[in-house]
């Protein structure tokens, strides 16, 4: 099956996202969980060791500056469903424009990151990775913090995790999901528009909704 940007973009708009059994695999399957994940916006949560983290600002954050990269290094695990057709399709969608990555550097190195689709005002988390301790919860952070400045309304995480839940995430049914998701492609939302915030502004911020 070849992913074409039209196919993945239908696949979003009505709530199913594609996966492979393993790297190797030439086969794609659609997921349409009955339980999805989502991070409410004004919900995340920052505990203190991650706000201390953040407000020494020893990482450089980006947006968009190593797609490629980003998916590269969340596939790079024992288990993972990302195969030669979803990157290879998650790198048109970029050149597109609607999908996008936060990084995050210690010096020269890539150390955390995560990506995603867009899709009118939703965000659709595919993965995310880490190096270094607490790095995804940074890139994490970011990201929340940018889909708020760029009005979107809906964050996507597909599956709960105890990871994902720690930081705010809560778990849905698939009917609501699909409720938000409607509403959300209703609007429209620029993710490369908001500029990254400093530390400090971005713990003021997340703090006060959170």
């Keep these: ?28 399957f659609w997921v349409d969980p009955k339980l999805r994940g989502i ?45 030669e057709d979803i990157h290879t399709g998650y790198q048109e969608l970029h050149d597109l424009g ?7 550097w210690d010096q020269n190195r890539l150390v955390g990151g995560v990506y995603g689709v867009s899709l009118g005002a939703g965000f659709f988390g595919e993965s995310m990775f880490s190096r270094q301790r607490d790095t995804s919860k940074i890139a994490l952070a970011y990201l929340i913090d940018r889909l708020r400045q760029a009005g979107f309304q809906l964050c996507d995480t597909q599956f709960l995790t105890p990871h994902l839940a720690s930081l705010g995430a809560i778990e ?5 999901y699909k409720a938000r998701l409607q509403q959300a492609l209703q609007h429209e939302a620029d993710f490369s528009a908001p500029q990254l915030p400093s530390p400090r502004l971005l713990l003021q911020r997340m703090t006060q909704t959170s």
């Excluded at 992913?3 to 709530?15: E, F, M, R, V």
């Excluded at 609607?98 to 995050?104: C, G, K, N, Q, T």
Aim: charged residues 25%.
């Design 1 to 28: 099956m070849t992913l074409t940007p039209d196919l993945l973009l239908h696949a979003y708009s009505i709530g199913v996202f594609p996966m492979s059994e393993h790297r190797e695999d030439d086969e794609v």
């Design 172 to 176: 849905i049914s698939r009917a609501a």
């Design 39 to 83: 991070f409410p916006l004004d919900q995340f949560h920052i505990s203190r060791s991650l706000a201390k983290t953040i407000r020494r600002d020893n990482y450089e954050i980006t947006v968009n500056r190593a797609f490629a990269e980003v998916v590269e290094a969340c596939a790079e695990r024992e288990e993972t469903w990302i195969n």
């Design 98 to 104: 609607h999908a996008h990555s936060l990084e995050v």
